[in-house]
């Protein structure tokens, strides 16, 4: 996108905003409302987790996504049967977000701005259920469509607007592609050679990252960077994040054979390491260079982790248990799931109440 385009873009979503009370008006450091103690690189040595809770008559929930004033975004889902909503925690209140008209809907990710994006379904839901990317923002859930085929899912937006995610092709129910999606068209992303690829995040320059199948490698998934209209092959692995200054991460290939939690950095892919076990997975980093995911411990149990400064810390889980954590924010607020809840990891410098239930 043209550097013309995307202050038009930002200027339009400022001034839908500035018309709406319910949202954040002005994202900084100064005007965070109850969260406004921003930690600086590297001074926070231990975290605490908090429950986010599960909403009234759901079982479990998990938190996928958060934006730098602490809003919160996931899912909760009831068993059994196929029964999730999707939701957003924030400054105390839990709110459902609804559905395309089908019994299913889970948030993945939101921008500054509020707008939230993921995948809901649509009806009739049958044997394969059909589902479609979708863009929420002040109460409606905007249907973003498909490439074509039956179903499509977001994964990620950035600030400007701009969501990335799959789509199922119209020629197979098993294939799928990468999109992008901005001002109502859905951009077809292609692969890398296969029949398959998605595309899991953008950042606000338009770099796009994800996995996709090969034209000859057809054993194993390669992560892609998408930059100015060509898909560059990362290896063996996939790419789960990308941050503004171009650093991405997600899992490769060892040099062992083992798939571990990488980093990216000018085209060179570095091993994170493990807490001990045999495989981790990187799935989040912000713009301070702080990556989060998870990894098995040596007793064989999988934690979450933060890593920065080349230490990969872990973050523990509730009562010990397993967890993950999928995002981190630029003030360092992690969240994540930890069994059976979506859980908040904090700085324990922090003395202000917890988002959420």
């Not at 889970?106 to 995948?119: L, M, R």
């Amino acid at each position: 996108m043209r550097t013309s385009g995307r202050i038009t873009a930002i200027l339009a979503i400022a001034a839908l905003v500035v018309a709406c009370d319910e949202e954040p008006t002005s994202p900084n450091a100064e005007n965070l409302g109850p969260q406004s103690h921003v930690v600086p690189p590297g001074a926070c040595s231990e975290y605490e987790i908090h429950n986010l809770g599960v909403p009234y008559g759901f079982m479990r929930s998990a938190a996928f996504g958060i934006n730098d004033w602490g809003q919160v975004v996931g899912w909760a889902v009831e068993e059994p049967g196929p029964y999730a909503r999707a939701y957003r925690w924030w400054r105390g209140t839990v709110t459902e977000l609804g559905t395309l008209g089908g019994n299913q809907s889970g948030a993945v990710d939101i921008n500054i701005w509020g707008q939230i994006v993921g995948g809901a379904g649509i009806p009739p839901e049958g044997i394969f259920p059909s589902g479609h990317a979708y863009l929420w923002w002040h109460g409606k859930m905007i249907d973003l469509g498909t490439l074509g085929g039956s179903s499509s899912t977001a994964r990620d937006i950035n600030n400007l607007g701009v969501v990335v995610g799959s789509s199922i092709m119209p020629s197979s129910r098993y294939r799928t592609h990468a999109f992008v999606w901005f001002g109502g068209e859905m951009r077809d992303l292609g692969t890398l050679g296969g029949g398959w690829s998605t595309a899991y995040a953008i950042n606000d320059r338009g770099e796009i990252v994800g996995e996709s199948r090969t034209g000859t490698d057809s054993w194993y998934y390669h992560a892609f960077l998408w930059s100015r209209g060509k898909m560059v092959d990362l290896g063996r692995g996939e790419a789960h994040d990308i941050n503004n200054q171009g650093l991405a991460v997600g899992t490769g290939r060892t040099a062992s054979g083992e798939y571990h939690a990488v980093l990216w950095k000018d085209g060179q892919m570095v091993d994170l390491g493990t807490l001990g076990g045999t495989r981790s997975r990187a799935l989040a980093l912000n713009d301070r260079g702080e990556v989060v995911g998870s990894s098995y411990l040596a007793s064989g149990v999988s934690h979450a982790f933060l890593w920065r400064n080349g230490e990969m810390q872990d973050l523990g889980g509730l009562e010990n248990r397993y967890s993950v954590a999928y995002d981190i924010n630029n003030r360092g607020d992690i969240v994540g799931y930890s069994g059976p809840d979506a859980v908040i990891w904090r700085c324990s410098l922090r003395k202000h109440q917890v988002t959420g239930r």
